[in-house]
């Protein structure tokens, strides 16, 4: 089974903090996503990266960075932590799943709370 | 930008009753996808969509994809409790960044 975990299922931090979200995927998977979820809007692309330290942005990247060091891991980074950065993040890596399916797998998500 | 719309954004349905939700997109696209995200969980891959006119059934849930491969419906019949979360279609166009519809939240009203 593929497995995509996050470091944390809560996280609250305070404005201006600096967080790092971390996400490992263990099928060996190039495509890496970070998304944002918010009720209304759906699931927003933040970044996405196509293969070691290389990425692309999203359609909402502003206030944030990732990196990828190495191929299983993808972490986002928000250097600086505002308000409406409270959300539920969702990281997702793709591959084929033997079926001639393109799927994105999901992590569990972690919520983030900025106050 | 590229957008994919989803519609509606909400659904409450009596348990038995019929589900649909619609995706569209403004241009073509080369192939959708939809997933499921029960209340409290993360979304899960149901279908993929490649063809034109694809119709793809997975037991009670019936799955098209547009002539034009520029819109898709998910049909339920004869929903159950089981059904109950959002729906997200997610339209690929021509790359391999995925663009997720806004979801239609499905409750079921026993």
């Known amino acids: 089974d593929v497995k995509v975990t996050q470091s944390s299922r809560y996280l609250v931090k305070r404005t201006g903090e600096k967080v790092f979200l971390e996400c490992v995927q263990d099928?060996?998977?190039?495509?890496m996503f970070w998304y944002r979820q918010d009720p209304g809007l759906g699931l927003r692309l933040i970044y996405f990266?196509?293969?070691?330290?290389?990425?692309e942005k999203g359609d909402i990247p502003e206030g944030y960075s990732v990196s990828r060091e190495k191929k299983e891991r993808f972490s986002l980074i928000l250097e600086s932590a505002s308000t409406n950065q409270t959300s539920m993040y969702l990281c997702?890596?793709?591959?084929?799943?033997?079926?001639?399916?393109?799927?994105?797998?999901f992590g569990p998500g972690t919520r983030l709370t900025v106050t | 930008g590229q957008q994919v719309m989803q519609i509606p954004q909400y659904q409450h349905v009596q348990e038995g009753e019929d589900f649909t939700t619609y995706c569209n997109s403004s241009?073509?696209?080369?192939?959708i996808q939809w997933y499921k995200q029960r209340p409290g969980g993360h979304p899960v891959f149901l279908i993929q969509?490649?063809?034109?006119?694809e119709v793809k059934k997975q037991k009670r849930l019936t799955f098209q994809f547009g002539e034009a491969k520029k819109n898709s419906s998910l049909h339920i019949t004869a929903t159950q409790t089981t059904d109950v979360g959002t729906y997200f279609c997610?339209?690929?166009?021509?790359?391999?960044?995925?663009?997720f519809g806004t979801g239609t939240r499905l409750t079921i009203i026993p």
């Open positions: 997610a339209g690929l166009f021509g790359n391999e960044k995925l663009t």
């Open positions: 241009t073509t696209l080369s192939n």
């Open positions: 990266s196509y293969d070691v330290k290389m990425k």
């Open positions: 099928m060996d998977h190039e495509n």
């Open positions: 969509l490649v063809k034109s006119g």
């Open positions: 997702a890596s793709t591959g084929h799943n033997g079926t001639g399916n393109y799927e994105q797998y």
